[in-house]
């Protein structure tokens, strides 16, 4: 998907296009009420067998997921239109031999879900991500694909999408099936907001806004506005904004509170799904995915891992890299809400504190490092299993443990440096987003001894990005007058713990944490918690209640319920160790000038 790779196969897609044509697709609508879309593929005439799948992974998502269980009615027809033999091989794979060729495939597909990975349909809208949506043939996945959208008119549909504009209404292309695949599109009656961008080259840009919602043009055009500041301020990280293919870049959004709640990057266009009734009322709340994606134009988009190149549609890509990729993301998506001033110093402060604790009291990231972490998104990212995992002691988000690092790397370039973490970016911008270069960990290293040292970059990777090792945090903070803190300091605590209400009985819903009370009691998912000390615990809020009247250090008596059985075991309550970051009362004129320095606006 690099600009290098798009390149060349365009050549090799202008030679191939003569001798075997183009992959024409085309989805309506009969039956969108009910959630479903009838698609036709025709194929280049051919007399090969061939191979038609559903994707099982899906850009941005890094998990795998199985989109073939939403395929039906799959039907083949040869040169005359005659019907001919198909055989499923696999849940998604259907060969279909025949000696005169295959020049139609046709199947219903079924969505209903409305996120930045699947397929959601109704009479509002088709709100499609590509894999969950279309088949393909393997062997012609280079060949440049062109698609018609039917039933615009009928349900008054309009077409939001980063693929390519034909002079044909509701007739798209692009150029191969990883650039299709990577082109969300909501069909929908959505109101749009068009602006343009002059970027540092003097080249102007469209960057447009389509807004499924339903809320009015003037609170649709309001928050355009937000959108189109975010966007300056992101842009002054890098000093410009990336080239986009065909000139233009597309927010595609879509809130609704029956949407999951979701953003997904894409080369030339994001899709956002928000969970909400409209956006009026929740603007600060849908910036925050919008900066975080816009984000992505440059930083994974572009400065990509090698582990993501090419992406593969048939099992998920696993990456090393999701710390910069995403956490690095999560950083900045922050950052540029606070410099645009979407963000108050105080929400700012409570941001990198939620940051810091999940990551400083997270057993996964005290035993594993950044990048091996990173590899646990192909489970982690959405994955769907019925089993229970052990992910709250072995597992830590990538985008808070990538986000703190990213905080101390900041941070340190500023105090030892006299650089910023904007000047890093731009490195890698100019040696493998604006090449579209594609990185390994090693170039991330040299990039960073370019402006530093190389023992500073060889000394930092290997203990905070190779190991699990922790930046001084509460000394890095103190630089900008801020400190890391315990939140709630002498309280005693049995850990972090989820509850519920079930049967008149506390149960436990989560795993325990290692280093917790509760997880040397040998508390359990699944278990019920009917007594801490002499106390009866009858509601979810009993549990902070009782433990309140205890001191760190104390021993209490836990009885609880494991399948059936009464267990009562004696533990020493820990000290609560929630962290916060606060402003240090007093702070110096040298803090607060090195806090505004990196907090402040850039657009001048
Ligand atoms: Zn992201």
Known sequence: MTKHLLFFAALFISLNTLAQGVVKYAISFPNAIHHEAEVAITLPASNKDILIRMSRSSPGRYATHEFGKNVYNVKAFGPKGKPVKIR????????????????????????????????????????????????WVERLQNLPIEITFNDLERYKWRVGTQLKPTNKSGV???????????????????????????????????????MHSTDDQEVTTNFSKMIEHTVQEA????????????????????????????????????CITDDVEKIAGNESALIGTVSHEFFHSWNVERIRPESLEPFKFDHANMSSELWLAEGFTQYYGELILKRAGYRTDQEYYKTLGTLLNSVLNSPGANKYSPEQISRMAVFTDAGVAIDRNNFPNIFSSYYYYGAVTALALDLSLRADFNKTLDDYMRVLWKNHGKTEVPYTIPDLQKGLASITNESFAANFFMKYIYGSEKNNYEALLAQAGLSLQKSMPGSASLGTLKLTLQDNKVRVISNTVEGSSAYEAGLENGDYLLKIGDQDVKSVTDVNTVTSNYKPGDEVTLVYEHRGNIKNVKIKLRENNQLEVVTVTGSSATQNQFRDKWLSSKIK
Request: proline fraction near 4%.
């Open 88 to 135: 499923q091989i696999d849940g998604d794979i259907y060969s279909i031999n025949t000696p005169k060729g295959v020049t139609k495939v046709m199947y219903t597909i079924f969505g209903d879900w409305v996120d930045g990975t699947y397929l959601g349909i109704d009479e509002t809208h088709a709100h499609m991500n590509m894999p969950a949506t279309f088949m």
């Open 172 to 210: 798209f292309t692009a150029p191969n099936l990883q650039y299709f695949m990577d082109s969300p599109t909501e069909l929908s009656d959505y109101k749009t907001v068009v602006w343009t961008d002059t970027n540092t080259d003097k080249k102007q840009q469209k960057i447009r806004l389509v």
């Open 235 to 270: 842009k002054m990280v890098f000093g410009e904004l990336p080239t986009f293919d065909n000139g233009t870049y597309t927010f595609l959004h879509d809130v609704n509170s029956e949407n999951d709640g979701d953003g997904m990057e894409h080369r030339n266009s994001t």
